[in-house]
């Protein structure tokens, strides 16, 4: 059974820094999608970084600069550092696991940045 559980949000001020962390189980990081989604107040859930199997990455043109998604294999674990985090960073950050037949998903954890 695949299991995803996010940790790491909280309330930040701007400009600060916080790092997600996506503990999975019955799935191996390294060897599957990984990606960072999140869903804003009142706006459409959108993709903030991801991880292919083959290790290549990418991220939102919103977030590039400022947030860098890695794994530890070791831990079975993905993580989310967010720097210089902005007001509209706001929302439910949810990671999700995808294989060629199936994708799974956290059931989120909430970033909240203040002014």
């Known amino acids: 059974q695949v299991q995803l559980v996010e940790s790491g949000g909280g309330l930040v001020q701007a400009g600060g820094s916080l790092i997600l962390s996506c503990a999975a189980s019955?799935?191996?990081?390294?060897?599957?999608?990984m990606s960072w989604h999140r869903r804003a107040p009142g706006k459409q859930r959108e993709l903030v970084a991801h991880?292919?199997?083959?290790?290549?990455?990418n991220s939102a043109d919103s977030v590039k600069g400022r947030f860098t998604i890695s794994r530890d294999s070791a831990k079975n674990t993905v993580f989310l550092q967010m720097n210089s985090l902005k007001l509209e960073d706001t929302g439910v950050y949810y990671c999700e696991a995808i294989t060629p037949s199936h994708s799974y998903w956290g059931q989120g954890t909430q970033v909240t940045v203040t002014s």
């Open positions: 991880f292919n199997a083959d290790g290549s990455r």
């Open positions: 019955g799935i191996a990081v390294g060897m599957n999608g």
